[in-house]
């Protein structure tokens, strides 16, 4: 059995939920909350196989839920499903811990499917939500092999990040303030940057800082 646990504070979406999953042979909802507040004291969450969370709820958000149910039970699949489709909300809820995320929109049986393919290890998305975050995607092409940082490079700019100065990090890795300022201008040429913050953020980004 996939044991499934609602948490919306709209009685009517989360009546009609429950009613359609009670239709399958092999779902069983055994949780039905209002509030992450009432869900997280309840030890049914570490029973529960899938979480239907929305995002806009009272109290405690469902970002704010999604990332603290995932600490109670790590092994819980979590499938967000909300009227809000902008990035603030997607990527908050995905970097909180949720496997899916769902507009409120979704029919009965598509709902159905998205819980049987998170519990095969898929991430159900709605098609808009998953254009959105493959747009994200398009934003950061990888670096062209000419873009590369050399070792140097790399190293003087994980030491910007530390909020090193200019001749601090010229005296840890012995070279000259000039020396310095001459690879930080090609570490800036190279990410397309004018500033350290903006460096560093880039270097984030690609992934090219050792202590990120």
């Known amino acids: 059995m996939i044991r499934i646990t609602l948490i919306e504070d709209n009685i009517y979406a989360r009546t ?3 009613t359609t999953l009670s239709t399958i042979e092999d779902f069983v909802v055994i949780g039905s909350f209002s509030s992450c507040e009432e869900a997280v004291e309840k030890d049914i969450v570490k029973k529960t196989d899938v979480i239907l969370l929305d995002i806009g709820l009272k109290g405690m958000s469902g970002i704010k839920g999604a990332e603290i149910l995932s600490n ?9 499903i909300s009227i809000q489709d902008d990035d603030k909300s997607i990527f908050g809820s995905l970097q909180a811990g949720a496997i899916g995320y769902l507009h409120k929109s979704v029919s009965p049986d598509e709902l159905i499917e998205a819980i049987r393919l998170a519990v095969k290890g898929g991430s159900p998305m709605t098609p808009q939500i998953a254009r959105r975050v493959l747009k994200s995607f398009h934003k950061f092409k990888p670096m062209h092999e000419d873009d590369m940082l050399t070792e140097k490079e790399q190293t003087i700019l994980n030491l910007l990040a530390e909020g090193k100065s200019y001749k601090k990090i010229a005296d840890e890795i012995y070279l000259s303030v000039d020396g310095v300022k001459y690879h930080i201008r090609s570490i800036y040429e190279k990410l397309h940057v004018h500033s350290r913050a903006e460096a560093v953020s880039k270097g984030q980004k690609l992934r090219i800082l050792s202590k990120w």
């Open 72 to 80: 109670i039970n790590p092994k819980v699949l979590i499938i967000m």
């Open 16 to 18: 009609a939920w429950e």
